[in-house]
C-alpha cells in the first residue's frame, strides 16, 4: 500500500521512538476507525467523535516520547481517548448553557446499522427495537459503568486490558462490568431497578 | 455472570455489529490531508485561552491589591494608637510606689540647694509664728 502523508506531521526519526509509531500516518490509518468508534459509542454524537480523534492522535504524535511500549499501541490510543471523553464531559458540564445544542446534535441511532441477516422484515424491526432499548440503557449508564461495557462489548477487550486501559483494578472492572450488564440487561427486559 | 448468554448476548452481538458499522461507515473515507489542521488550531485556541484566563486573573488580582492600598493605608493609624494604648498601662505594686516616694523624700538636699533648704526651715518656723500672731485676734474677738 502506498504511503500517502495526510496529517503533514513530519515522519519519526526511528531512534526517537519505538517501531510501531515510526509512520505515524500509518497508526492513524490502523487505529482511526477504532478510536473514533469508541468515541461515537461514549458520546453519541460523531460530530465530538471526529473532533475528538483528531485531538487524540495531535496528543499521541505530541506525546510520543512517553509512550514506552508497556502496553500496546491500541491500548495507549484508548487511554488517550477515554481522557478526551472525561476532559469533554467535564467541560461539558460547566457549560450547560450549551446542552440543549449538544444534545440536538448528530446523535447516532445503531438501530439503523443492524446487518441485515434476519429472516424477516417483523424479525428485523425486533432486532431494531431490542437493540436501541439497549443502546438507550447503555447511555444512562454512569461514565465508569459505560465505559466499561463498551470496553468489553463493544471493543471486545479482556478484562486485564480494560483494567490497563482504564487505570482501575480488575475486581473494580469486574464490578462496574457486573453492575452494568445487570442494569442493562434490567432495562432492557423493561424491568425496573428496584425489582431485581 | 460476566459472559451473557441467550437472547441478550444475541443482542449485545447485534449492537457491536451496528456500531462497527456505524463507525466504518464514517471512516471509510481515506484521511483528508491536512486533516490534523483542525485539532492543531483547537489546541492553539484552548492554549491562548488558558493564558488569556490566566493573565485576567493576575490583572483581576493586582487591580484589587492596588484598590485596597488606600484602605490598608487609612486603617493603619488607629492600630497604631491601640498599640500605644495597649502598652501604657503600667501596674506599679502600691507598696511599692510608696516606698519610691519616700526614698525620694527622704534623700539629703545638695549642697547647692542648701540655701534653700534652710529657708524652708526658716518658713516653717515663720509659719508657726505668723499662725499663732493671726490667731490672736481671732481669739481677742472670740472674747468680746
Redesign the interface.
Known amino acids: 500500500m502506498g504511503h500517502?502523508?495526510?496529517?503533514?506531521?513530519p515522519p519519526l526519526a526511528r531512534a526517537e521512538s519505538v517501531l510501531e509509531l515510526a509512520d505515524f500516518?500509518e497508526v492513524?490509518?490502523l487505529y482511526?476507525?477504532r478510536i473514533?468508534?469508541f468515541l461515537?459509542?461514549s458520546l453519541s454524537d460523531?460530530d465530538v467523535a471526529?473532533?475528538l480523534t483528531?485531538?487524540c492522535?495531535?496528543k499521541a504524535?505530541n506525546a510520543r516520547h512517553q509512550f514506552r511500549g508497556e502496553s500496546s499501541l491500541s491500548t495507549w490510543l484508548t487511554r488517550i481517548a477515554l481522557n478526551l471523553v472525561r476532559d469533554h464531559l467535564r467541560s461539558r458540564r460547566m457549560r450547560f448553557w450549551q446542552r440543549t445544542r449538544d444534545t440536538a446534535l448528530d446523535i447516532?441511532d445503531?438501530?439503523?446499522?443492524?446487518?441485515d441477516g434476519a429472516s424477516s422484515p417483523e424479525q428485523v424491526c425486533l432486532?431494531q427495537e431490542?437493540?436501541r432499548e439497549?443502546?438507550k440503557s447503555?447511555e444512562r449508564l454512569s461514565r465508569q459503568q459505560r465505559t466499561v461495557f463498551l470496553l468489553r462489548?463493544?471493543e471486545?477487550m479482556e478484562?486485564a486490558e480494560i483494567a490497563e486501559t482504564t487505570g482501575m483494578n480488575t475486581s473494580t472492572v469486574?464490578s462496574h462490568?457486573?453492575r452494568a450488564?445487570r442494569i442493562v440487561?434490567d432495562r432492557?427486559s423493561g424491568k425496573s431497578e428496584g425489582e431485581q | 455472570?460476566?459472559e451473557?448468554a441467550g437472547?441478550?448476548a444475541a443482542?449485545?452481538r447485534?449492537?457491536?455489529?451496528?456500531?462497527?458499522?456505524?463507525?466504518?461507515?464514517?471512516?471509510a473515507q481515506?484521511?483528508?490531508?491536512?486533516?490534523?489542521?483542525?485539532?492543531?488550531r483547537?489546541?492553539r485556541t484552548s492554549q491562548h485561552r488558558v493564558v488569556l484566563a490566566w493573565s485576567l486573573a493576575t490583572a483581576c488580582a493586582a487591580l484589587f491589591c492596588i484598590g485596597s492600598l488606600p484602605l490598608l493605608r487609612h486603617a493603619a493609624p488607629p492600630a497604631a494608637e491601640q498599640k500605644v494604648i495597649d502598652v501604657q498601662p503600667v501596674v506599679i505594686d502600691d507598696t511599692a510606689l510608696l516606698e519610691q516616694i519616700d526614698n525620694t523624700v527622704s534623700e539629703s538636699v545638695p549642697s547647692s540647694l542648701a540655701p534653700l533648704d534652710s529657708l524652708d526651715n526658716w518658713s516653717s518656723t515663720t509659719s508657726t509664728n505668723t499662725e499663732s500672731s493671726l490667731n490672736a485676734p481671732e481669739k481677742k474677738n472670740v472674747a468680746q
Open positions: 500517502m502523508v495526510s496529517t503533514e506531521l500516518d492513524v490509518r482511526r476507525t473514533f468508534r461515537m459509542a460523531r471526529e473532533s483528531q485531538d492522535f495531535l504524535y447516532v445503531v438501530g439503523e446499522w443492524i446487518p432486532q431490542r437493540v439497549i443502546w447503555v462489548f463493544v471486545e478484562l469486574k462490568l457486573y450488564l440487561r432492557a | 455472570m460476566l451473557p437472547q441478550f443482542d449485545l447485534n449492537l457491536r455489529s451496528a456500531v462497527h458499522r456505524a463507525a466504518d461507515r464514517q471512516t481515506p484521511v483528508p490531508f491536512g486533516w490534523l489542521k483542525a485539532a492543531k483547537r489546541q
